[in-house]
């Protein structure tokens, strides 16, 4: 089992920024594919950004540029480096992690375990 604990999130003006963090448990975390998700009001969850096991990463159009995924294998954590933030961008923020040996990487559905996310709100 796998727990995942999200942490950074805040307040923060538009064109801020932000740092998340993902600490996971498991002595397995380098072989993880990892993902952060989120969620606005009244919308769905939709994927953000990812990192597979090896390396590569993924986001999504609308943060590519301004936010950057990246994992330290030594801490079991995984970052979201939010930078040139909007409003738009105001969420709950969920951190992801798969064990699956073929990897997804932006359907919710390729991840097995998750955090209890962390809410960003930017102020216009």
């Known amino acids: 089992q796998v727990q995942l604990v999200e942490s950074g999130g805040g307040l923060v003006q538009a064109g801020g920024s932000l740092r998340l963090s993902c600490a996971a448990s498991?002595?397995?975390?380098?072989?993880?594919?990892m993902g952060w998700f989120r969620q606005a009001p009244g919308k769905e969850r939709e994927f953000v950004a990812a990192?597979?096991?090896?390396?590569?990463?993924y986001y999504t159009d609308s943060v590519k540029g301004r936010f950057t995924i990246s994992r330290d294998n030594a801490k079991n954590t995984v970052y979201l480096q939010m930078n040139s933030l909007k409003p738009e961008d105001t969420a709950v923020y969920y951190c992801?992690?798969?064990?699956?040996?073929?990897?997804?990487?932006?359907?919710?559905?390729?991840?097995?375990?998750w955090g209890q996310g962390t809410q960003v709100t930017v102020s216009s």
């Open positions: 990192s597979s096991a090896t390396g590569n990463t």
């Open positions: 992801a992690a798969s064990s699956y040996s073929y990897i997804t990487y932006t359907p919710q559905s390729g991840y097995n375990y």
């Open positions: 498991g002595r397995t975390f380098s072989g993880y594919g």
